[in-house]
């Protein structure tokens, strides 16, 4: 009997244990809370600039008033990043009334065109931005044709950009065009009209081959008007004709 009355005394105590210990976090919730020790009274939004502040809050679902403890960061952060010019975002609780949203955008990177035609940005992993205007400018690489539509033909034609950004022979700003064909596969036409034949697959190889090519040329003083890399060891090469200088006679 004295163990069993042992026992029972345990539970008690156990019982009353929890109770206050959940009695204080309601007290201290509720002081919290009615002194508004953790209310929003400030939120800043930087690193934002075709955005505005106004529509990153709006996403966000934070407002000023609303205590801090009611929201957690990782779902804010998805909320805010449904703006497809957003890349990155990280929401900060800068206790105890302070709220700072660091956001990255999205630049554009290349231009795809859509249904008629229309210039579409696109971010370098492949993320449809906005429609082509020219506050934001047109003067960037074009992809263009029914190859866009393949997933792993567009991830290879962004790989191309991606390597040109890097590139000392052939730079991004010196490409015009990305044709991306599911036959023909990618062939690239620079500002100076030289076409580039890559057809698909081992993309990297076959720019590491380019280069080559496009130094040994240089050193040459030959300029190329087509370059085909679509072997990945091996290129062929067609050169324009030197020009005739001014003072040159036919003869």
């Not at 163990?3 to 210990?21: H, Q, T």
């Not at 779902?75 to 105890?96: A, G, H, L, M, Y």
């Not at 205007?133 to 690489?141: A, E, S, V």
């Not at 190859?147 to 950004?165: Q, R, T, V």
Request: charged share 30%; hydrophobic share 40%.
């Amino acid at each position: 009997m004295e163990e069993n009355s042992g026992f029972a005394w345990k539970k008690v105590l156990i019982a009353v244990s929890v109770f206050v210990v959940l009695a204080a976090i309601a007290a201290a919730c509720y002081v919290t809370l009615r002194l508004g020790m953790f209310t929003v009274e400030e939120i800043v939004v930087t690193g934002n600039n075709r955005i505005t502040s106004k529509e990153i809050i709006k996403r966000s679902g934070i407002r000023e008033g609303v205590s801090s403890i009611f929201f957690f960061e990782d779902q804010v952060e998805e909320d805010i990043k449904k703006n497809r010019w957003i890349s990155t975002v990280e929401v900060v609780k800068e206790f105890p009334k302070k709220v700072h949203i660091e956001i990255r955008e999205a630049e554009v990177f290349c231009i795809v065109l859509g249904e008629e035609g229309k210039p579409l940005y696109m971010s370098r992993d492949g993320q449809v931005l906005d429609t082509g205007n020219f506050d934001l400018g047109l003067d960037f690489p074009v992809l263009i044709g029914e190859g866009i539509k393949d997933p792993e033909l567009l991830n290879e034609a962004l790989d191309i950009l991606k390597l040109s950004k890097n590139s000392s022979t052939l730079k991004w700003d010196e490409i015009s065009e990305v044709h991306v064909d599911s036959l023909y596969g990618i062939n690239v036409f620079t500002n100076d009209k030289l076409r580039i034949e890559f057809d698909r697959d081992k993309i990297a190889e076959k720019w590491d081959n380019l280069e080559k090519i496009l130094r040994y040329s240089d050193t040459l003083g030959l300029s190329e008007s087509y370059i085909n890399v679509s072997s990945g060891s091996k290129g062929v090469v067609n050169f324009r004709q030197p020009e005739k200088s001014a003072g040159a006679q036919d003869g």
